[in-house]
C-alpha cells in the first residue's frame, strides 16, 4: 500500500515514454493523416494532449502523496491488532515493513491498539464469550442464508473452538481428527 504511489508514478512515466516513441513514429504520423481529415486529426492530437496532461497531474498527486507518507511531521500510523499469535504476527510484520524496509523513508508508528483484551480478574469473559458466540451465530447463519441460495452448495463443517491455532504436523492432525469426527458423526446420522 505505502510503495503504491511510487508504482503508479512510475507506471505513468513508462506510458508517457511509450507515448511519445508512438507519436514520433513517421508511420504513426502518416496512418493517422491518411485515416483522418484535418480536423479529425487535430481532435485526436487534442485528445492525447489531455490525456497526456491528465496522467501528468495524476503523476504529481502520487508524487506528492509519497513524500506525504514519508513525511513523519504530517503523517503517522496506527496499527490496530488483536491478542491472537497470527494477528500479533501480522502486526510485527507490518512494523517492520514500514520503519526498516525503506531506511530512507520510514513511517512513523507511536501507538498499536490491541483490541479484544479480557480483564485480568476474568470478570468480563462471559460477557465476552457471550459477544463471541453470537457473533459466531450470526455469521454462520449468513452463509447458510448464502449457500441456500446455490444450486449445489458446499457443506458447512463446525469444528469446536480449538484452545490454540493450529500449527505444525500436531496441530493439523487435530484439526484433521476434529474433521473426520464431525464426518463420522454426520455419515451415522444419515
Known amino acids: 500500500m505505502i510503495s503504491t504511489p511510487g508504482f503508479l ?9 511509450i507515448a511519445q516513441k508512438v507519436q514520433s513514429n513517421p508511420a504513426y504520423r502518416l ?3 491518411g485515416v483522418t481529415s484535418g480536423t479529425r486529426a487535430e481532435q485526436i492530437q487534442s485528445a492525447g494532449t489531455a490525456a497526456k496532461s491528465k496522467l501528468l497531474s495524476f503523476q504529481i498527486q502520487m508524487y506528492d502523496l509519497e513524500d506525504l507518507f514519508a513525511n513523519p511531521d504530517q503523517t503517522e500510523f496506527l496499527i ?8 500479533v504476527r501480522e502486526s510485527v510484520r507490518l512494523l517492520n515493513d514500514l520503519t526498516f524496509e525503506a531506511p530512507d523513508m520510514p513511517i512513523k508508528v507511536r501507538n498499536i491498539v490491541v483490541n479484544q483484551v479480557l480483564k485480568d480478574d476474568g470478570s468480563d469473559v462471559r460477557t465476552f464469550l ?7 451465530e450470526s455469521s454462520i447463519e449468513s452463509l447458510q442464508q448464502t449457500l441456500n441460495t446455490m444450486q449445489n452448495p ?9 484452545d490454540t491455532e493450529p500449527r505444525g504436523v500436531f496441530g493439523l492432525k487435530i484439526l484433521g481428527d476434529a474433521l473426520l469426527k464431525e464426518e463420522e458423526s454426520v455419515s451415522a446420522a444419515s
Do not use: C, F, N, W
Not at 80 to 87: D, F, G, H, S
Not at 154 to 162: E, N, S
Open 80 to 87: 490496530v491488532t488483536v491478542p491472537t499469535e497470527l494477528a
Open 31 to 33: 496512418m493517422i493523416a
Open 130 to 136: 457471550s459477544h463471541v458466540s453470537d457473533s459466531q
Open 9 to 17: 508514478a512510475e507506471l505513468i512515466e513508462r506510458l508517457l515514454g
Open 154 to 162: 458446499p457443506v458447512i463443517t463446525k469444528i469446536q473452538y480449538l
